[in-house]
C-alpha cells in the first residue's frame, strides 16, 4: 500500500543560509517565522548542518535548535542531518537527550557522515574515516540511548563503562532519519526501517527521485519483519519529498519574489566549491525559471502550488512533504506570507495523518 494513502504531514527544511541581513537577525528573523509555521500545524522543523560556509549559520544544530524548543510548542524538531564523524560521542548522546528532553519528546534525529569531505577536514575528520566514524558513534548513541552505559571498544572511540544520567524523553529514542541521494543507501534505510528523505533539487530528474522511493519501499517490505532494525520503533516510517518552495498570491508575483531569494541561496550553495576550484560541477546546474519547469521546485499560487504538489504525491507515494520555505534574501514577511498561504489554501487539500501515527 502506498504509504500516500494513510496521510500527509507537512515540515519545514532550512539550511538557514546567509540571508544577507547579518547572523544575529536572520536568527530573530527565523525564531518569528517557526512560531508562526507551529501556530500554522506544520509537524516538524528540520535543519541543516554545515562549517564553515555561507549555506549555514548553523554551525551547531542543537545550539539553535534549543532555542526553537523555547519559542514553540508543537513543533518537533530535528536536523537533517546531524554529521555523525564529526561528532564525540558522549558529548552528542548527552545533548541530544537534553533536547529531547527539553522540548518534551519532540526530537526528530537525523544522521549521517555528511557529504563534503572539504568539511570534515575543518574538524580533523578525514573522509576515508567517515564511514567507520558514523558507524561507532550510531552504536554508542543506540547504547547510550538504551542502556545509559557506554562500553565499547572502537578504532576511534573507546569507553569502559562509562554511565551517563541521561536518556531520551522518548522510548527507547527519538525517530531516526536517514536522507540520502544514493540508491544503495536508500535500500539500507528502506531494510532499517528508517525515515528517509529525497530532494529533488539533488535529483538529475523526476526518475530519479521515483526510482529513490521504490528502492526505499520494495527494502522496507523485504525486511519488515526482521529483528533488529534500526527504527522499528517507528510504526509508519516517514516518505518525504524535500524542495524548496514559495507561494504568494499570483503565479507572477511567486517568480519574482522567489527567483530574487533564490539566486542569494544558489550562490551560497555553490560558493563552498567555487572557492576550493570546484565551481565546474555546477556548469550545467539549472536556473530557478529552469527547476520551476522542471517541477523540481514549487513555485507560484496557491493553485499552482497544490497542483504540482498534488502530482507528486500520487507519483512517489509519499506521507511527507518538507518544504525549504525559508531561504536566501527572502524575507520575513514573504515567508511567513508563503507560509500562511500554503498552510490555509494547499495543505487541507492532503488527508491529513495524526500524530498518533507516529
Known amino acids: 500500500m502506498s504509504t500516500a494513502a494513510q496521510g500527509m504531514r507537512f515540515s519545514l527544511f532550512d539550511w538557514l543560509d546567509e540571508s544577507g541581513r547579518g547572523f544575529a537577525t536572520t536568527y530573530d528573523e527565523r525564531l518569528r517565522v517557526l512560531e508562526s509555521a507551529d501556530r500554522l500545524g506544520f509537524y516538524a522543523y528540520m535543519l541543516a548542518e554545515h562549517h564553515g560556509t555561507s549555506l549555514?549559520?548553523?554551525?551547531?544544530?542543537?545550539?539553535?535548535?534549543?532555542?526553537?524548543?523555547?519559542?514553540?510548542?508543537?513543533?518537533?524538531?530535528?536536523?537533517?542531518?546531524?554529521?555523525?564523524?564529526?561528532?564525540?560521542?558522549?558529548?552528542?548522546?548527552?545533548?541530544?537527550?537534553?533536547?529531547?528532553?527539553?522540548?518534551?519528546?519532540?526530537?526528530?534525529?537525523?544522521?549521517?557522515?555528511?557529504?563534503?569531505?572539504?568539511?570534515?577536514?575543518?574538524?580533523?575528520?578525514?573522509?576515508?574515516?567517515?564511514?567507520?566514524?558514523?558507524?561507532?558513534?550510531?552504536?554508542?548513541?543506540?547504547?547510550?540511548?538504551?542502556?545509559?552505559e557506554l562500553d565499547f571498544e572502537g578504532e576511534f572511540h573507546t569507553y569502559e563503562h562509562v554511565k551517563t544520567r541521561f536518556r531520551p524523553f522518548q522510548s527507547p529514542y527519538p525517530p531516526i532519519w536517514y536522507p540520502t541521494s544514493s540508491?544503495?543507501?536508500?535500500?539500507?534505510?528502506?531494510?532499517?526501517?528508517?525515515?528517509?528523505?529525497?530532494?529533488?533539487?539533488?535529483?538529475?530528474?523526476?526518475?530519479?527521485?521515483?526510482?529513490?522511493?521504490?528502492?526505499?519501499?520494495?527494502?522496507?517490505?523485504?525486511?519488515?519483519?526482521?529483528?533488529?532494525?534500526?527504527?522499528?520503533?517507528?510504526?509508519?516510517?516517514?516518505?518525504?519529498?524535500?524542495?524548496?518552495?514559495?507561494?504568494?498570491?499570483?503565479?507572477?508575483?511567486?517568480?519574482?519574489?522567489g527567483r530574487a531569494g533564490f539566486k542569494v541561496f544558489n550562490d551560497n550553495y555553490t560558493r563552498r566549491y567555487i572557492?576550493?576550484?570546484?565551481?565546474?560541477?555546477?556548469?550545467?546546474?539549472?536556473?530557478?525559471?529552469?527547476?520551476?519547469?522542471?517541477?523540481?521546485?514549487?513555485?507560484?499560487?496557491?493553485?499552482?502550488?497544490?497542483?504540482?504538489?498534488s502530482e507528486h504525491v500520487a507519483r512517489f507515494g509519499v506521507n511527507h512533504f518538507i518544504g525549504a520555505f525559508t531561504f536566501g534574501s527572502l524575507s520575513e514577511a514573504q515567508t511567513r506570507h508563503s507560509l500562511e498561504l500554503f498552510a490555509a489554501e494547499v495543505m487541507p487539500a492532503f488527508k491529513a495523518r495524526s500524530a498518533e501515527s507516529a
Open 56 to 148: 549555514s549559520t548553523t554551525p551547531s544544530p542543537n545550539l539553535f535548535l534549543s532555542a526553537v524548543a523555547q519559542h514553540t510548542q508543537r513543533l518537533r524538531l530535528g536536523a537533517l542531518t546531524w554529521l555523525l564523524p564529526l561528532y564525540q560521542p558522549l558529548r552528542l548522546l548527552e545533548e541530544l537527550c537534553m533536547l529531547d528532553q527539553m522540548s518534551h519528546g519532540r526530537l526528530e534525529l537525523g544522521i549521517s557522515r555528511g557529504s563534503s569531505p572539504n568539511e570534515g577536514k575543518r574538524l580533523g575528520v578525514e573522509r576515508d574515516d567517515s564511514r567507520a566514524r558514523f558507524e561507532e558513534v550510531l552504536k554508542l548513541l543506540l547504547m547510550g540511548f538504551t542502556k545509559g
Open 183 to 257: 540508491l544503495d543507501s536508500m535500500k539500507w534505510a528502506g531494510a532499517q526501517g528508517c525515515n528517509v528523505a529525497v530532494s529533488l533539487l539533488l535529483s538529475p530528474d523526476l526518475d530519479h527521485a521515483q526510482s529513490m522511493f521504490e528502492s526505499w519501499r520494495q527494502a522496507l517490505d523485504a525486511h519488515r519483519h526482521d529483528a533488529g532494525r534500526l527504527n522499528a520503533h517507528v510504526a509508519v516510517p516517514e516518505c518525504a519529498l524535500t524542495t524548496h518552495v514559495y507561494v504568494a498570491d499570483t503565479d507572477a508575483q511567486a517568480m519574482e519574489e
Open 275 to 309: 572557492e576550493i576550484g570546484q565551481g565546474a560541477k555546477f556548469a550545467n546546474r539549472p536556473t530557478f525559471d529552469q527547476f520551476v519547469e522542471q517541477r523540481r521546485l514549487l513555485c507560484g499560487s496557491p493553485e499552482t502550488v497544490r497542483r504540482t504538489l
